[in-house]
């Protein structure tokens, strides 16, 4: 029964949000801080973003992580992970609907949804009191916004480019996901997906 089944399937990628959780959050507790997160405490510790902004001059990434970070400064450095983690953790859902829409069987769903979980390169970098995680699920926001036709195609415009916005003042590297989906879009041409001129346009206005 196709209700049934869409049950056992959320049930399923609950399961593996959990599990996902549990393993995060036992590497974030026994796993030392290195020199790159000292570094993300040090701009977190600062009253306002005109301060990171300063106390960052010569850091490559922009300031807006550290921001939102410097809210959790209260909090103990292996506690402050659970930001990262839970952003990751937050990717299921456009990565959910990305699989839908590329046609994957239930089973391969919830595979996809393990290996962004489960794979011991995510879990590494998906604890770290760095921007990675944000960077993986605005990227994976891109390619849905992109892609998808679960939603209309103006609303998708519109989060195309909020998030090339959003996403450029936490990791510059979201440039390289906006060209790649452009190219992308110049040889595949996925039914209900944004234009070429639209995605150009909305990544250029969110620049």
């Known amino acids: ?23 995060r959050g036992l590497e974030a507790g026994r796993k030392s801080l290195w020199l790159d997160e ?13 301060e990171i902004v300063e106390k960052g001059t010569n850091d490559f990434h922009p300031p807006l992580f550290y921001w939102v970070l410097s809210f959790l400064r209260d909090l103990a450095p292996h506690d402050q992970r659970w930001l990262p983690i839970l952003v990751g953790v937050l990717a299921l859902f456009p990565l959910g609907s990305i699989s839908r829409q590329a046609g994957f069987s239930p089973p391969a769903r919830i595979t996809a949804a393990g290996l962004l979980l489960f794979a011991p390169f995510q879990i590494q970098y998906g604890v770290e009191l760095r921007s990675y995680s944000t960077l993986q699920f605005f990227s994976l926001c891109l390619v849905w916004a992109a892609v998808t036709r679960e939603a209309p195609a103006a609303a998708r415009c ?3 480019m909020a998030v090339t916005a959003v996403g450029l003042h936490v990791h510059y590297a979201i440039a390289v996901a906006v ?10 041409r996925p039914h209900g997906s944004l234009s070429l001129p639209v ?3 909305a990544g250029s206005a969110g620049v």
């Not at 609950?14 to 393993?23: D, E, F, M, Q």
């Open 1 to 23: 029964h196709p209700v049934a089944g869409w049950h056992a399937e959320l049930l399923a990628v609950a399961a593996v949000a959990v599990i996902g959780l549990v393993l």
């Open 38 to 50: 000292y570094h993300s405490l040090f701009l977190a510790d600062s009253n306002g973003m005109r």
């Open 158 to 160: 519109a989060v195309f």
């Open 179 to 188: 060209v790649c989906i452009g190219t992308a879009r110049l040889l595949v």
């Open 199 to 201: 995605l150009v346009l």
